[in-house]
């Protein structure tokens, strides 16, 4: 592993200046300079770091004979180790006598922060990798091999915790993935995709009402701290690990048919869009276009849209006479009428349930797609 760059490199020069006023060069294991507080000298060789490399150990320089080598100036010239190894020298330009007391403290600074970038670095390729996973876990979960859950093992991911799928698409991605992420379980996982956020969330699978109550809380928080609309839809409980996969499907779909639906709504659950999720599958396979001639057909003569109000009134109330005229501010007889005049134009009778289900799905076909 290559574990100095020129950009971390600067960066150690530029930090371990501040802590003394001198300059400061690091060397990587090859005796290039490759950071240094005067540009004019990175890409050049300095040959003290190159005794320091092959000595292991540190080399100071006087003024007389840094006249003698290449590319050096009086100075301290310290290595910088990590696990044990040396992986670059660090340099301390100026008189040995009036900088020895700063060498111990910059050579352990420059360390310091080649440990953190090593580190920093290690968790984002974890980050990464866990990121691969998941998202092979939702798009592929029929080929999860062996060597794939060696890896989830490594990353301490837990497959057998319940969990469902929710989408999460907001107006300011970074601010509020960011916000999202910190307010999360350790057992929650996430991945982000281009056009939203999915979250692999916990949950009590006998309980699982208790979810609804932590997103409207998400969403209320989102709104009113981070200043960004969310929108949020949720996926059902699956057991199986592939249950994951059909768990986020439904998370899109309900997406989607959701926004047409209820575009008014923060949160969209697929327990409560399954019928408009079960079409949207059915017309990506070319079906249910038949049921779409209903709508149109009541479309045409329907110039004020009286009939389809009426009908998806009907449906709303169940067939209550009572409520649905309320509701509509209409008489008995004027729904009546208009339930004859749904049945002449399409053939379909809405107070016969199997005619009735034929005309909402087409209506419904119709919103969605």
Same mark, same amino acid.
């Given at each position: *592993?290559?574990?100095?760059?020129?950009?971390?490199?600067?960066?150690? /020069?530029?930090r371990?200046?501040?802590?003394?006023?001198?300059?400061i060069?690091? *060397?990587?294991?090859?005796? /290039?300079?490759?950071?240094?507080?005067d540009?004019?000298r990175?890409?050049?060789?300095?040959?003290?770091?190159?005794?320091?490399?092959?000595?292991?150990?540190?080399?100071e320089?006087?003024?007389?004979?840094?006249?003698?080598?290449?590319? @050096?100036?009086?100075?301290?010239?310290?290595?910088?180790? +990590?696990? %044990?190894?040396?992986?670059?020298?660090?340099?301390?330009?100026?008189?040995?006598?009036?900088?020895r007391?700063?060498?111990?403290l910059?050579? *352990?600074?420059?360390?310091?922060?080649?440990? =953190?970038? /090593?580190?920093?670095?290690?968790? =984002?390729?974890?980050?990464?990798?866990?990121?691969?996973?998941?998202?092979?876990?939702?798009?592929?979960?029929?080929?999860?091999?062996?060597?794939y859950?060696? $890896?989830?093992?490594?990353?301490?991911?837990?497959?057998?915790?319940? $969990?469902i799928?929710i989408?999460v698409?907001?107006?300011?991605r970074?601010?509020?993935f960011? #916000?999202?992420?910190?307010? &999360? =379980?350790?057992?929650?996982?996430y991945?982000?995709?281009?056009?939203?956020?999915?979250?692999?969330?916990?949950?009590?699978e006998?309980?699982?009402a208790?979810?609804?109550?932590?997103?409207?809380? @998400?969403v209320?928080?989102?709104?009113?701290?981070?200043?960004g609309?969310?929108k949020?839809?949720?996926?059902?409980?699956?057991?199986?690990?592939?249950?994951? #996969?059909d768990?986020?499907?439904?998370?899109i779909?309900?997406?989607?048919?959701?926004?047409?639906?209820?575009? =008014?709504?923060?949160?969209y659950f697929?327990?409560?869009?399954?019928?408009?999720?079960?079409?949207?599958?059915?017309?990506?396979l070319?079906?249910?276009?038949?049921?779409?001639?209903?709508?149109?057909?009541?479309?045409?003569?329907?110039?004020?849209?009286?009939?389809v109000?009426?009908?998806?009134?009907?449906?709303?109330?169940n067939?209550?006479i009572h409520?649905?005229?309320?509701? &509509? +501010?209409?008489h008995r007889n004027t729904? $009546?009428?208009?339930? %004859? $005049?749904?049945?002449?134009?399409?053939?379909? %009778?809405?107070?016969?349930?199997?005619?009735?289900l034929?005309l909402?799905l087409?209506?419904?076909i119709?919103?969605?797609?």
């Open positions: *592993m290559k574990f100095l760059d020129q950009t971390l490199a600067q960066e150690i /020069v530029n371990t200046m501040k802590i003394i006023n001198r300059n060069n690091v *060397m990587n294991d090859k005796g /290039v300079i490759i950071g240094s507080g540009k004019t990175i890409d050049s060789i300095h040959e003290g770091a190159i005794r320091v490399i092959e000595n292991q150990s540190g080399f320089i006087e003024s007389s004979e840094a006249e003698k080598l290449h590319g @050096v100036k009086a100075g301290i010239n310290l290595p910088i180790k +990590f696990h %044990d190894q040396i992986v670059g020298v660090i340099g301390i330009t100026g008189v040995p006598e009036e900088i007391s700063y060498g111990e910059v050579k *352990m600074a420059a360390e310091m922060i080649l440990q =953190q970038a /090593v580190l920093l670095d290690e968790m =984002q390729w974890d980050e990464r990798l866990k990121e691969e996973l998941i998202s092979q876990l939702l798009h592929d979960p029929e080929n999860l091999d062996a060597h859950f060696e $890896r989830v093992k490594r990353l301490g991911i837990d497959l057998d915790i319940p $969990r799928a989408i698409t907001v107006e300011d970074p601010a509020i960011k #916000a999202i992420r910190d307010r &999360l =379980q350790k057992e929650d996982l991945i982000m995709q281009p056009d939203y956020l999915v979250l692999l969330k916990k949950v009590n006998k309980n699982s208790n979810i609804q109550r932590e997103l409207e809380h @998400v209320g928080f989102l709104e009113t701290k981070e200043g609309r969310s949020i839809s949720v996926g059902s409980y699956h057991p199986t690990l592939k249950g994951l #996969a768990s986020y499907q439904e998370a779909l309900t997406s989607a048919v959701g926004r047409r639906l209820d575009p =008014q709504k923060m949160i697929f327990e409560e869009y399954k019928i408009p999720v079960f079409l949207a599958k059915a017309n990506k070319g079906m249910g276009g038949e049921l779409a001639d209903y709508y149109h057909q009541l479309k045409k003569v329907d110039k004020k849209g009286e009939l109000e009426t009908l998806l009134a009907y449906v709303e109330e067939g209550d409520t649905i005229t309320g509701k &509509l +501010f209409i729904l $009546r009428y208009r339930l %004859d $005049r749904i049945m002449d134009v399409t053939g379909k %009778d809405p107070r016969k349930v199997k005619d009735l034929e909402y087409s209506v419904i119709d919103q969605i797609m």
